[in-house]
């Protein structure tokens, strides 16, 4: 089953129980799959469903704190809760430890010295980690790394 339809599925059992926000949620990520799938005019791969999903988690997110820096707590918390439903759709994201490992491994294999390599290691890590390492963390960690090289 693919991820455009378990989501489908999900927000059938939410109109039948009468939940109208999961509902509207699940109905927007089913917009934006469909979208994607009538521009690329196929059947969208997992990775690329997951990618979708991931960019609006990443929406909400930053929509969230825009409403927290300006004062909106009843907009964010409506973001947030967002996000919690569509998280559930997403793989399990790596550990800070287990994306330390991994960036320690590309950059000894691609051998970066300086932050001017961040250009070359980025993509190779999100590469690698095939979707579930969060950007942010990784380019903190990198620098990090980098800096001290």
């Known amino acids: 089953m693919s991820l455009y339809e378990t989501i489908q599925s999900d927000m059938y059992e939410a109109m039948k129980g009468s939940d109208k926000f999961k509902t509207s949620t699940l109905r927007v ?3 934006r799959l469909k ?9 969208l791969n997992h990775n690329e469903e997951i990618k979708i999903i991931q960019n609006l ?7 969230a704190d825009i409403y927290e820096k300006n004062d909106r707590s ?7 809760d967002e996000l919690k439903i569509l998280s559930v759709y997403l793989p399990k994201m790596m550990s800070e430890q287990e994306l330390n490992i ?3 491994k590309v950059i000894s294999d691609i ?9 070359k290691v980025m993509p ?8 579930k390492a969060d950007g942010k963390m990784t380019q903190t960690i990198v620098s990090n790394i980098l800096q001290q090289a």
């Open 57 to 63: 988690v990443k929406q909400r997110k930053e929509a």
């Open 102 to 104: 991994l960036i320690k």
């Open 35 to 43: 979208d994607k799938k009538i521009e690329k005019r196929e059947d």
């Open 74 to 80: 009843e907009l964010m918390k409506n973001e947030m």
């Open 29 to 31: 990520a089913l917009a």
């Open 111 to 119: 051998g970066a010295t300086s932050m001017s390599d961040m250009g």
């Open 124 to 131: 190779e890590i999100m590469k690698r980690s095939k979707g």
